[in-house]
């Protein structure tokens, strides 16, 4: 067995094609085999160029807008509890996903999360939250404004 036989296979999920074609480069290079998931409301009738990369094991496109769906397809294509995946999120709509549903995916996966709490990542990436912790550290921060609609 070699070192590259024990890294574990990776799964880079997002919309933008130049985000997708660095992150597999770079984990393909040092060995890693990735899995891609396009996120899109259609499936293209071409195929995106990122998706040539030597280093993409597979491919597959994936509703942006069926968040059940797109859970349920990671759990159903690549949930293994003996060899989790890494998952790469690269788009906010993704992180937010794996974020709402981080109890139901972390026995089979590994990626970004907050003390595997469901919607942690989510609190943290509110900017009204993120202005507070920061004031709460005394930093400045820019003025701001929300406008409610009615």
């Not at 059940?68 to 995946?85: C, G, N, P, R, T």
């Not at 109890?103 to 989510?122: D, H, T, W």
Request: glycine share 4%.
């Amino acid at each position: 067995m070699t070192i590259n036989d024990m890294k574990p296979e990776v799964i880079v999920i997002g919309q933008n094609s130049s985000i997708i074609l660095g992150q597999v480069r770079a984990l393909g290079h040092v060995g890693h085999k990735v899995h891609v998931l396009k996120t899109s409301n259609t499936i293209p009738k071409k195929k995106s160029y990122e998706l040539y990369s030597k280093y993409i094991l597979s491919y597959g496109y994936i509703s942006k807008s069926d968040e059940e769906k797109f859970i349920q397809l990671l759990l159903k294509k690549f949930a293994d509890v003996d060899a989790k995946k890494i998952i790469i999120p690269c788009d906010d709509n993704v992180a937010f996903y794996l974020d709402r549903h981080c109890q139901e995916l972390i026995p089979f996966f590994l990626f970004p999360n907050v003390n595997y709490e469901n919607g942690r990542i989510s609190y943290f990436m509110n900017k009204a939250t993120q202005k507070s912790l920061v004031k709460h550290c005394n930093l400045n921060t820019p003025k701001g404004w929300t406008i409610e609609w009615h």
